[in-house]
């Protein structure tokens, strides 16, 4: 009888499924055909400002709107302070044809973008189940959501409450990703800080319609 060892096996992981989910499709022209002139950029976050996180958002909109012939008149960076929030949204909206919020928007309990764009325009939050879903979907396989605690769920579940009434609509940009972005009053979208949303949105739509481009048009 041998006695040598008997041989390693070796596991190999499945491949992984690419996750396809379903993209929204190019809103109505909700800001009743206005030709977009101006564009502002609002750049929300503590660690744009302390110099823990570079961004690269507001050169991205800078190009994409100088490509359009859009003007992109101002490039504002704030704190996660509701109040700075509430002020430079309402401000921009009123001021520019095209605003990009960028940032603000996580698990944490700074992260307050939602709720106080939410408190600029007088809507409530509520709990938007397609981006719920697309979370869990994406997430589901995932170490830290499967042994993640009730407190980390909540904490994560606190991304998918949304801005909710007339004016608001949240748009699913790509098929691989669960955030969406956020429009309201027709002119204001709010992106995660993270660079793939606002790159990969504004893309999707970049041939349907050339300069000077439409409300409803630039991001969907």
């Avoid at 030709?35 to 609002?42: D, G, P, V």
């Avoid at 409450?161 to 004016?167: A, K, R, S, Y």
């Avoid at 009053?185 to 739509?205: D, E, F, N, V, Y």
Wanted: glycine share 6%; charged share 20%; net charge neutral.
């Amino acid at each position: 009888m041998s006695n040598s060892p008997p041989p390693r096996v070796t596991m190999t992981p499945p491949p992984a499924v690419p996750i396809h989910l379903p993209v929204s499709p190019i809103p109505e022209d909700i800001g009743n055909r206005k030709i977009i002139k101006t564009a502002a950029c609002l750049i929300i976050g503590d660690e744009i400002l302390n110099g823990k996180t570079h961004d690269s958002n507001s050169n991205f909109l800078a190009k994409f709107c100088f490509d359009r012939g859009v003007a992109l008149k101002r490039i504002e960076v704030i704190a996660d302070d509701e109040g700075e929030i509430i002020e430079a949204s309402q401000r921009m909206v009123k001021n520019y044809d095209f605003v990009v919020t960028s940032g603000g928007i996580g698990p944490t309990h700074d992260d307050i973008t939602y709720s106080a764009l939410g408190a600029a325009f007088n809507l409530p939050l509520a709990l938007h189940q397609p981006t719920l879903e697309r979370m869990y979907e994406m997430n589901k396989h995932r170490p830290e959501t499967l042994n993640q605690t009730q407190e980390q769920r909540t904490a994560r579940e606190r991304m998918a409450l949304l801005p909710e009434g007339p004016g608001a609509q949240a748009l699913f940009v790509y098929e691989d990703l669960w955030v969406p972005i956020l429009q309201l009053q027709g002119k204001l979208h709010g992106a995660t800080g993270c660079p793939l949303p606002i790159s990969k949105a504004p893309r999707r739509t970049s041939t349907v319609h050339r300069s000077p481009p439409r409300l409803g048009t630039l991001v969907s």
